[in-house]
């Protein structure tokens, strides 16, 4: 959901009858839009969260996945929370996993919102990592890839060009991102 961009309120010319009963009429409606059009605003300052010890309909739980084969990871722990603000989003997350299964490929953490499109990647966040061993370079970010609801795990490093992290056995990720999402996504 995103803030409103108009305002649409009843119109009294063409409804209403110019009488007491009409023009309480015309209030009555016009009370109602108005209430409709700050609970948009309210809703989309405030921020839509999502977090594991929240009820069901609010939850949101960090998966790990492989981009050639998903796999079935075997987690020690799974805490997330998500926080949207109007498009911006926030992302927070602490995974432990002990096996990955079946995954291949590249790690990638299932994102709560769509990213936006952009024709680069421009959403970078951190991520402190644990117990297992990089493709290259010295550590990982996360990169909300643009179009998807995929955070992909890629190597950094002084001297490294950034390559994409392979599916690991184990490990913990520590992190963050922020990102724009996608209008009108609830």
Known sequence: MTLPTTINLPSIIDKYEPTFDGMRKYMEELSVALNDMY???????????LGNSLSPDTQWIPTLNGTA??????????????????????????????ASGT?????????????ATSSQ?????????STFAYTGGTG??????????RGEIWNVGTG??????????????IGHIRYIGVQNEP
């Open 103 to 115: 995954a291949a490929g590249n790690l990638y953490i299932e994102l709560p919102y769509q990213v």
């Open 121 to 129: 990647m421009p959403f970078v966040g951190v991520i402190q990592s």
């Open 69 to 98: 084969v998903s796999g079935t990871f075997t987690y020690t722990h799974q805490d997330g929370w998500a926080l949207r603000q109007g498009i911006i989003t926030d992302v927070w997350f602490d995974i432990l996993w002990s």
């Open 39 to 49: 609970d948009q605003v309210a809703t989309n300052v405030n921020g839509n969260i």
């Open 140 to 149: 990982v970010v996360i990169n909300a890839i643009p179009g998807t609801y």
């Open 160 to 173: 490294f060009a950034t390559a994409n992290q392979a599916v690991v056995g184990s490990g913990r990720l």
